[in-house]
């Protein structure tokens, strides 16, 4: 049976904000500059609680926090819940560990997983359709044609849909991650994570060929509707609405459970132990994940509190 994106469904790069994959986002809009005089930028509106949770061990505090990855100057200032859970710890974990996007095996990984072989072009390997609408985009956007033609479909579609959302204003540097990463650094608190570029990587590379194509050949159905989506998706992590924020996701990955299992539930699983060795600890850690990862069933919230944690809400009313 053939992949198929249904029209209805919210765009999946859109939800990669949320969710992470982290890496992947900042292929394209380029890799996280961390610095320690980095200066935050100024807040243009006022926060919400956001989605924060503290956990309780047998002598520390674990708090989980839900991220999104790329953000606008107008969302702004960032929860003040996160800034309470960063205050209290002293070391931060991400999904991947700070730096890891700046070494050579990165740039290896991406030509391993994103680039077609040399004997290839786009144009080889997309329908003709298809081809013609990313020609169209490229004509909007000469400077990428050339880089777009020697890469899989799955990167086209990823290269598209980030440049959009950068031309939106969205970017990693008002995201969450490389401001804690920036922090992490200046105050000399220690950084860690749980997946490796290639891991991150790996789910979308290890696409089939049919399943690529349609996620670019839906990338550009997406394109329309792409900022008021992201508006409202991000309004939901704002104010802390996890309920609306899986009910978006759900809609995403309708009739798509392979690339939900990859994206979500196994990677959900797979950070319960790590996060569980935080727990029986000595140090007070912040474990910052894409949003989508604590929002609904399957979520890293529940998961914990079906193996007995307790888990308290920060920024109840």
Aim: hydrophobic share 40%; proline share 7%; aromatic share 6%.
């Amino acid at each position: 049976m053939r992949f198929r994106f249904r029209s209805s469904s919210v765009p999946i790069f859109t939800v990669l904000m949320a969710l992470g994959s982290m890496a992947a986002a900042f292929i394209v809009l380029g890799k996280p500059t961390v610095s320690k005089d980095a200066t935050p930028p100024e807040p243009a509106a006022r926060p919400g609680r956001g989605l924060v949770w503290k956990i309780e061990g047998p002598h520390t505090s674990v708090y989980l926090a839900g991220s999104f990855h790329l953000l606008r100057q107008e969302d702004l200032p960032h929860p003040e819940t996160l800034e309470t859970a960063y205050m209290a710890s002293k070391q931060v974990w991400f999904e991947v560990p700070p730096g890891e996007m700046q070494k050579p095996a990165a740039a290896a990984t991406v030509m391993a997983l994103g680039m077609l072989p040399a004997d290839q072009s786009l144009a080889s390997t997309i329908p003709p359709a298809t081809h013609a609408k990313v020609t169209a985009w490229t004509n909007d956007n000469p400077a990428l044609a050339p880089v777009l033609d020697r890469m899989r479909p799955w990167m086209v579609a990823l290269t598209i849909m980030l440049t959009e959302y950068q031309k939106m204003g969205a970017g990693p540097e008002h995201g969450i991650e490389q401001t804690f990463q920036a922090r992490a650094l200046k105050d000399g608190k220690t950084t860690g994570g749980f997946e490796s570029v290639e891991q991150q990587l790996s789910f979308f590379g290890e696409l089939t060929e049919d399943k690529q194509n349609d996620l670019l050949d839906k990338t550009f159905e997406d394109l329309a509707t792409s900022r008021d989506l992201i508006t409202e998706m991000i309004r939901n992590w704002k104010e802390g609405r996890e309920t609306e924020l899986a009910a978006q996701m759900n809609r995403s990955f309708a009739g798509h459970e392979d690339l939900k299992k990859r994206l979500l539930d196994d990677r959900n699983a797979a950070w319960i132990a790590p996060i569980e060795k935080l727990l029986t600890g000595e140090t007070p850690t912040l474990v910052i994940v894409g949003a989508g990862h604590l929002a609904g069933p399957g979520s890293v919230v529940e998961l914990l509190e079906q193996k007995g944690w307790k888990l308290t809400r920060l920024g109840e009313p």
